[in-house]
């Protein structure tokens, strides 16, 4: 358990996960399987994701992007590759590394490219999506030890 200098816990309130290339596909509802978010990953190795057919839910690029931003705003891209995300970004393992370091107790976890899905699509199959989102996190990212 990680402390600040008062002895207090910290907890983070906004924390994000890049969701990995399974992440709808293995608990999504069988109904909508063929519509479920997937990724894709072109000729240079960007990775996209898609959804109901070939629409764009957004990169791996921009949340891969951890602090560059701050460093340098016009190197940003929207472009990236599975091997620019930071391991703890989906693998709670790493993550909990990385918590120990920053000094985090814990966290409420928020998705990234899932956020997305509230302009794309609409329905049962957003909610058959939210629903897959939710029980990877649950099942798969907060359950390990």
Not at 113 to 130: D, E, H, K, N, S
């Amino acid at each position: 358990m990680a402390t600040d200098m008062t002895g207090e816990r910290i907890l983070s309130a906004d924390s994000h996960i890049v969701e990995p290339a399974d992440f709808w596909s293995r608990y999504i509802d069988a109904d909508f399987a063929d519509k479920a978010p997937r990724a894709r990953t072109d000729g240079h190795g960007n990775v996209e994701f898609l959804v109901d057919g070939d629409t764009v839910l957004g990169s791996v690029g921009a949340p891969s992007q951890v602090g560059i931003r701050f460093d340098d705003p016009s190197a940003v891209t929207f472009e990236g590759s599975w091997d620019e995300v930071r391991p703890g970004c989906s693998d709670p393992g790493p993550r909990r590394a990385d918590m120990e370091r920053d000094g985090i107790d814990g966290e409420v976890i928020f998705p990234t490219l899932g956020a997305r899905i509230y302009g794309v699509i609409r329905g049962p199959l957003r909610q058959a999506c939210f629903r897959a989102g939710n029980d990877w996190l649950s099942k798969d990212f907060c359950a390990a030890d």
